[in-house]
């Protein structure tokens, strides 16, 4: 099974799970953070990818889901697909990126009827490797890595297991045939959420804070800050963040 037959239940996890990535359907406006004249810091950021790249989430708001049959080549006696994904540290109830990606999976089970597991790994991450291979074993039809630290492990992992489909969040390194990585327009939502800290902001100065200083969060650095001075021209906008390129401790 190929992995775009995936493709409207990847769009789905994405949509639901990653809240704060800024998805587009046909109806929106033709104005993008490439070369919208409104989103002056978004030039920083990266081109969003081709109809044949990495997968993005799409689809209309409120629409029904699809009925269209999801199957794959393991599954329980009843043919149900199954899919497992392991989260990120900090577990599932962070409040944050585990969640919105976990509110995803359980989103496709009850809209798709699929079978869901996720897992969760040691405090370190030391052990990703682990159970990516635990998922894969275990004949699930899909197994999902949140996070681009997924990557080293899921490429040999992706190779060892050809008829299993593999999905990536936030990263796009892998050729494989059978991993879809499923990344984002992070700008246009950091816009949204810049432009309404402006105009809460009684001080005209507001703050950014990023985790690891990395190209991945610096694109959201900069729909955050260009969305803030396209709100209140001339704000003040202070960004920390919580450690250097490579240091993920």
Known sequence: MRPRRWFRLFALIAAIGLFFAACSTEDDEPESTDNGSDTTAADGGEDEPADDGPATCAGEAGAEPSTESVSGTGGD??????IGMV?????????????????????AKEDFGVDVQFLEPNEDGS??????RQLATEDYDLVIGVGFLFAEAMGPLADEFPDVNFAIIDDASLTQSNVTPLVFA???GSFLVGAAAALKSGTGNIGF????ETELIQKFEAGFV???EAAKPGITVDTQYLSPEGDFS
């Open 77 to 82: 006696a009843s043919g149900s697909a199954r």
């Open 87 to 107: 989260l990120d540290i900090g577990g599932v109830d962070d409040d944050s990126f585990n969640e919105a990606a976990n509110t995803g999976l359980q989103a």
């Open 127 to 132: 052990n990703r490797a682990e159970l990516l």
């Open 186 to 188: 992070e700008e246009q």
């Open 209 to 212: 804070i990023g985790g690891v």
């Open 226 to 228: 260009a969305g803030a």
